[in-house]
């Protein structure tokens, strides 16, 4: 019986610094037939592991047709993230995945893609933007709403920017606490709600951040009478396995592992907000 | 030269366990006044142990040194039953011999490699020496772990073991375990038969001086758990008249206090035992002491290296006899009472004789203890020795010289300075 | 009762594990022979407590309950190594298994609720798409002998769960045990092959009905119980009710109930890599929803506070495992309840609940 | 999710930006038993494999010698008791870029602290023990280092548990935090599959509010854990100690136990003052 317990080994072939706490690493099987086997969704995860230290899940943010290493966009908080954030090119991890369900993407097909994102929460939507704006006929108007802590937080400015200059696309942000560079928004996420564009019945909404401000853009989105069955979200928990076996990241029912990361939000309704799961 | 003012400072002895500091004047190449310091803190054990109950006792005192944790308790024990008038079976001081076997193996393999060896193979200490002389290390690392795989027989870890109790052990040694480490010890055998001969094949300095040797003396074995308080000097006690014979006092320079044997300094541990008990050692021990040609008793302080190493090899065999006989389905323990009672209890710890006093209330809570370490014996011997060796050696040597020689006679008593308390400061001023 | 031994080897299955009495429980050792079974002796269990007592002329061999544990350390070893890393010089990783035999081993005496549990433990690890198979190894390597209650303790309350007294499936051999031997029934061709070895005569039908009626005199003298129903939505509706408060003062949080308990499945998974840092084993170890890690989430722990871990451990029991494996999470074995060092009891702490209504406190 | 501030480095940066690949390491000890070093001493080979990986510059009891050098890694044994002891910390921290704090004496106290919150205070003890107190330089308190100077990782126990030490010193070789279990020591017990002691003979056992790391020896051996790792994380002492007296033990041995060698955590010094009381 296959060992699914068992990494194999990646190299990191390209490392971008995106903040001075945030790092993405670009990493390939050494293995070419892995590599060909390998396949993903967006807002699939990998459980990487770095050498003696530790195992963590962590998103993948490629596009998946895109050929070529996997992207992982990091926060150091811990100690497998800090013992990570010192690898350089050439260095080895261990790599297990893609593991858990992805966005809806058929779901999503044909219909406008609002994305509701705070904190690094945008790491499991990126490949989802990625995938829309590649996509880009296959999917109505995308309004990419985000909303981090502080200015400096937020990654991928340029690439902010280069979204927003895509056709059809709608991309506002949010900072709690602004600052003299800061052309955007000031206070939560749900802020941008009344400037955002969006049709509540031909919206498809992926929400992913933490679950205080999901709960609270998802009383918004109903609000603007955005149905609870349009709702997806994504969330974390501790994981050990990422196989549905060590039961560390059950929320009521579900193992977050398998039966997410990406909820159904009216699966999702009774646990979310409630303190203890 | 000679009437330089020299300071030596050791700010903290190495290779021996706990703090100290020597200092001495001298003048016209004399010793003036020698002083052993003795600063480890003072951690009041005898009170803690006030309001305890027996188990209590037992991991309290365990913890006033990690090095002979066994001793202790052992010591302890014995006070206390002793106290409850309980009569411990013979299959349960079979099984304490063992035990302290382990305790004395570990002891003795970590003093005769890593402490005392680098002093007479010319080293700094032991990691340097792994380079050199890596059998030997390995050897000595070899002895030291079978020790405290014996200890861990009885009590789970070799550092404040958790096995003993009133009355015996709480659980007998896994049979099976105990059978692996019979064959353990059975391979080491070779082992610690040559550590006789390569001891003495050492260049030992000789220092013959007079001093009295103290021990335990029991009728038939080598006295390690039990038997009277001898000296050579015609003392022969039970361990409850300690006392009469045995008081402790306390100097300004240490906060370990000072014990003498009828206002004179006198000498415990591994070359006092030799002295006195050399019949009581099996025959293939005495066999390959008299190899050595080695005469007793001995009166060269040096020799404690010899007789640490007759010592283990005695008690690697004596583990092996009593690990054949052990018969596991025997009680670990005998059943115990409690009573208000006064016990003392004496044992030979590896750097020489333990001496406990207990006065206990009828739940066998202890009202007063009274503890009285090895090294707090040795103290005054110690100081009495380096004044003799560093005059011998001459103080006209350079300081690096006297401090190491001043070391390496420190060291020779193993003293372990958290029973009596840590060492060696050494402070010469030559006037 | 040698022949049976005598048989299970002939089978192949050379280690023999079995219960024995030692340390003042009943627990689960490698046995030699028939003697080695704790004849005459009885358990006494109630909530935080459990004692041995030993009759003098008892002749039966199983006439307790169970221990603290039976299969799930056989089948869901509590710590082992999942896989190995070698780092060479250059830094390539090589990542491998270690060899997965087990020795095959016949387990003489498992209950009807240890059954149960396994069956459990067999949703749970052996589902697709990933299948354990350290798991699978140890279970495979398993020739199981049951023996139908006929002893159950005041903790037990299998009945009400469904789960015995009886074994009723999952087994090689089951055994009914008599004052004058036992009756045996085989449930898969390898038991059968035992059973032929052994040579017994054919059960009468008045022993075969005694042992019924002692099977169903279990059942009945059982004190404890559950409620029958499907407890999934009482509970849910309870949330926020105060008896969780009540609760959490009392519990530890220590993991006993937990690890006695036979379906319980949480593990952590840690790394331990050689001083040298040329190797590191993965190794996997029993974890329990009562200790801080299990929700530990960075920055903060989702179960801090007692009540919340009490309250996952019971609503994931009794609620959400309907809907994860199509059955309650409990086997009626009472572990949990004689296990807890403050004798927490589950059926309780449920009546307790359920009795105050749907009120949310 | 709060941001880790760059500006302030954390003391696993400083020691991953030492120089050279060999760290140095002091093992430095204040007041105790020398226990806890031995998990050094009697490590055996790994003492020596050791000793190639990393640069051991003070380490009195083996042997090198050099208390002031200036060290990546410092363990420290025992606690603060002398005022000699407590300017000696501070010079250790100064010079120290990761520091470990190595047991119950370093961590807690030890139980040397039983000295703490005594009635007569270590003077009155000073002078039941010490012919000539006036000769005795001691603090009327045994405290634990952090205390006294910031301590970067603790290691419990009385003595430490030599796997757990080596399993430190390898994860800050990797250049990461090492991992410190505060489960509870029943949950190590029943991995082991020992019988409880507790509820199979209605032994006192600590078990249930104590740190795991030992292996869970004392139910190995059929007796009652006595807390010699200190509390675990969320350990209910409360509930426990009403056990206690279920099982019969009076307010005054409850608190003994709590009193004993980590009286001086918070956990269980209130607790044992709780009993106190009532005794
Ligand atoms: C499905 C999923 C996707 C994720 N994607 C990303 C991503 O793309 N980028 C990113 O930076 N982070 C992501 N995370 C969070 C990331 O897994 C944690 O930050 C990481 O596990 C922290 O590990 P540490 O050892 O550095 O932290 P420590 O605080 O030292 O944590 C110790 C251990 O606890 C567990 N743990 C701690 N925090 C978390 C957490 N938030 N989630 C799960 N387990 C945790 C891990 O096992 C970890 O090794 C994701 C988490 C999940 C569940
Ligand atoms: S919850 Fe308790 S009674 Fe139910 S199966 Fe688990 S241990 Fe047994
Ligand atoms: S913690 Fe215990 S073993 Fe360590 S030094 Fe202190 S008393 Fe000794
Ligand atoms: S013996 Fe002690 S540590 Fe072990 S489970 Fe019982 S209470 Fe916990």
């Not at chain 2, 005898?46 to 308790?73: M, N, S, T």
Request: proline share 6%; net charge negative.
């Amino acid at each position: 019986m296959h060992n699914p317990d068992r990494p194999v080994e990646v190299e990191v072939v390209e490392r971008v610094e995106e903040t001075p706490s945030i790092y993405t690493l670009h990493l390939s099987f050494t293995d070419p037939e892995v590599a060909s086997a390998y396949r993903l969704l967006p807002g699939q995860y990998n459980m990487l592991y770095l050498y003696g230290v530790g195992e963590i899940p962590i998103s993948i943010v490629s596009d998946p047709d895109h050929e070529g290493p996997l992207e992982h966009t990091i926060r150091t908080v811990g100690r497998v993230t800090a013992g990570m954030e010192r690898l350089q090119v050439g260095d080895r991890l261990g790599l297990r995945g893609p593991y858990g369900r992805g966005w809806p993407l058929e779901e999503a097909e044909g219909r406008d893609v609002v994305i509701v994102t705070g904190g690094l929460g945008c790491a499991p939507v990126v490949s989802m933007i990625r995938y829309v704006l590649s996509r880009r006929e296959r999917f109505g108007r995308l309004v990419i709403l985000q909303g981090v802590k502080h200015t400096d937080d937020l990654i991928w400015r340029r690439q902010y920017e280069r979204w927003q200059a895509m056709p059809n696309t709608q991309v506002l942000l949010a900072a709690d606490v602004g600052g003299p560079n800061w052309p955007f928004s000031v206070g939560k996420v749900t802020v941008l709600f009344n400037q955002a564009n969006i049709d509540p019945d031909r919206s498809i909404v992926m929400l992913c951040g933490p679950e205080v401000m999901m709960k609270a853009s998802i009383d918004r989105l109903l609000a603007l009478n955005v149905p609870a069955e349009s709702m997806w979200l994504s969330i974390e928990r501790n994981m050990q396995c990422g196989i549905g076996h060590c039961g560390h990241c059950q929320v009521g029912p579900y193992f977050v592992c398998q039966d997410g990361p990406v909820f159904h939000y009216p699966a999702l309704r009774p646990w979310l907000g409630v303190t203890g799961f | 030269m000679e009437n330089r003012d020299i300071r030596i400072e050791v700010p903290v002895l190495a290779r021996v366990e706990g703090e100290g500091a020597l200092e001495l004047s001298a003048s016209e190449g004399r010793i003036d006044t020698l002083r052993l310091r003795i600063f480890e803190p003072p951690r009041y054990f005898e009170k803690f142990l006030e309001g305890r109950g027996p188990q209590e006792v037992l991991d309290i005192v365990a913890r006033i040194c990690g090095i002979c944790p066994v001793a202790y308790q052992m010591t302890a024990v014995q006070a206390l039953e002793q106290a409850f008038g309980v009569q411990a079976s013979p299959h349960v001081l079979h099984l304490r011999r063992l035990m302290y076997c382990g305790e004395w193996l570990q002891s003795h393999a970590l003093h005769v490699h890593l402490l005392a060896l680098p002093d007479f193979l010319g080293f700094d200490n032991a990691i340097a020496m792994a380079g050199k002389h890596p059998d030997a290390v390995r050897r000595g690392l070899r002895l030291q772990r079978l020790g405290n795989d014996l200890i861990r027989l009885f009590g789970g870890r070799s550092v404040h073991p958790v096995g003993m109790r009133m009355g015996g052990f709480h659980r007998g040694p896994d049979p099976d375990r105990a059978a692996a480490l019979l064959e353990e010890l059975r391979a080491a055998l070779p082992d610690a038969e040559a550590l006789v001969a390569f001891t003495a094949s050492l260049p030992l300095p000789d220092d013959e001086q007079e001093f009295v040797s103290v021990a335990l003396r029991h009728d038939s074995e080598y006295a390690m758990y039990s038997g009277r308080i001898v000296s050579d000097r015609g003392l022969d006690l039970p361990a409850k008249d300690y006392l009469d014979h045995f008081r402790e006092s306390h100097v300004a320079h240490s906060t370990a206090l000072y014990a003498h044997l009828d206002g004179e300094p006198y000498l415990v541990g591994p070359l006092a035992r030799l002295n006195l008990n050399h019949d009581r050692l099996s025959p293939p021990v005495r066999a390959a002491l008299e190899a050595t040609g080695l005469s007793l008793p001995s009166r060269n302080m040096f020799h404690s290296l010899i007789a640490r190493a007759v010592e283990i090899h005695e008690v690697v065999l004596e583990a092996i006899r009593l690990l054949e006989a052990y018969r596991p389905e025997e009680p670990a323990h005998v059943p115990t009472t409690v009573q208000a009672g006064v016990g003392c209890g004496a044992t030979e710890a590896p750097r020489g004789l333990l001496w406990h006093r207990y006065e206990t209330d009828a739940a066998g809570k202890v009202l007063s203890a009274q503890i009285v370490p090895p090294t707090a014996q040795n103290q005054a011997r110690i100081e009495e020795d380096l004044k003799c060796s560093l005059e011998a050696f001459g103080l006209h040597n350079d300081d690096d010289a006297l401090r190491l020689r001043g070391e390496t006679v420190i060291r020779n008593y193993d003293p372990c300075i958290s029973c009596a308390t840590h060492f060696l400061k050494v402070r010469v001023e030559r006037r | 009762m040698d022949s049976l031994f005598d048989a299970i080897r002939d089978e192949g299955f050379s280690r023999v594990v079995g219960p024995v009495a030692r340390d003042g429980a009943i627990v689960y050792r490698d046995i030699a022979s028939a003697a080695d079974l704790p004849r005459g002796v009885r358990d006494r269990q109630a909530p935080g407590t459990y004692r041995l007592e030993s009759q003098e002329d008892g002749v039966r061999a199983f006439s307790w309950a169970n221990g603290a544990q039976a299969l799930k350390p056989l089948t869901f070893a509590p710590r082992e190594t999942l896989w190995r890393c070698e780092r060479d010089e250059s830094g390539r990783l090589a990542f491998r298994d270690l060899a997965q035999e087990h020795e095959p081993t016949a387990v003489i005496g498992v209950r009807a609720c240890d059954l149960a549990a396994l069956q459990i433990h067999e949703q749970h690890f052996l589902k697709p798409p990933y299948p354990d198979p350290h798991y699978a190894a140890r279970r495979s390597s398993l020739f199981l002998v049951a023996v139908h209650c006929s002893h159950p303790a005041d903790t037990c309350f299998c009945a009400s769960t469904g789960d015995g007294p009886r074994a009723e499936s999952g087994y090689d051999l089951a055994m009914s045990e008599l004052d004058e031997g036992f009756v045996v029934t085989a449930a898969t061709d390898r038991g059968r092959a035992v059973l032929a070895a052994m040579g017994l005569d054919p059960a009468s039908s008045v022993q075969q009905g005694k042992a019924d009626r002692e099977v169903e005199a279990a059942a009945l003298g059982q004190g404890r119980s559950l409620p029958s129903r499907n407890l999934k939505d009482a509970l849910y509706a309870r949330l926020e009710h105060a008896h969780w408060d009540h609760v959490g003062r009392r519990c530890l949080s220590c993991g006993n109930c937990t690890a006695v308990c036979p379906t319980c499945f949480c593990h952590a998974e840690q790394d331990e890599p050689a001083l040298t840092g040329e190797t590191s084993e993965h190794l996997r170890q029993w974890d329990s929803c009562f200790t801080a890690v299990h929700s530990y989430m960075g920055h903060f722990l989702v179960r801090e506070e007692t009540r919340l871990r009490y309250r996952q451990w019971l609503t994931h029991k009794l609620a959400s495992w309907h809907e994860q494996y199509g059955r309650s999470g409990c086997v009626g074995c009472g572990r949990c309840i004689a296990w807890c060092p403050v004798g927490i009891d589950i059926t309780a702490e449920v009546t307790a609940l359920m009795e105050s209504g749907d009120a949310q406190s | 999710m709060p941001v880790t501030s760059r500006t302030q480095t954390t003391a696993l940066e400083r020691l991953n930006t030492r120089e050279n690949a060999r760290p140095r390491v002091a093992v430095h000890k204040f007041s105790s038993c020398d226990g806890c070093q031995l998990a050094f001493i009697n490590a055996g080979e790994a003492l020596l494999e050791l000793a190639q990986l990393v640069e051991i510059v003070h380490f009195a009891e083996a042997g090198p010698m050099d208390p002031e050098a200036a060290v990546d890694i410092a363990f420290v044994e025992g606690s603060i008791s002398t005022p000699e002891e407590s300017e000696r910390i501070q010079a250790v921290r100064a010079n120290s870029r990761f520091m470990v704090s190595l047991g119950a004496c370093a961590t807690s106290g030890g139980l040397q602290a039983l000295r703490n919150f005594n009635a007569d205070g270590a003077t009155g003890w000073t002078e039941a023990v010490y012919a000539q107190p006036e000769f005795i330089n001691s603090l009327d308190t045994a405290t634990p280092v952090a205390e006294h100077v910031k301590v970067d990782l603790e290691l419990w126990g009385c003595p430490v548990n030599a796997r757990q030490v080596f399993q430190a010193v390898r994860q800050l070789l990797f250049g990461v935090a090492p991992v410190v279990d505060k489960d509870k020591l029943c949950v190590e017990c029943k991995r082991q599959q020992h019988v409880c002691v507790l509820v199979a003979k209605g032994i006192p056992c600590m078990g249930p509010v104590t740190h795991t790391g030992c292996g869970a020896l004392c139910p190995a051996f059929g007796r009652d854990c006595y807390a010699c790792f200190g509390p675990a994380e969320n350990p209910n002492t409360t509930s426990l100690s009403r056990r206690f007296e279920g099982l019969g033990l009076m307010p005054e041995s409850v608190a003994k136990r709590f009193h004993f060698i980590n009286s001086h955590a918070p956990a269980f010094r209130t607790e044992w003052l709780a009993w106190k009381e009532r005794s």
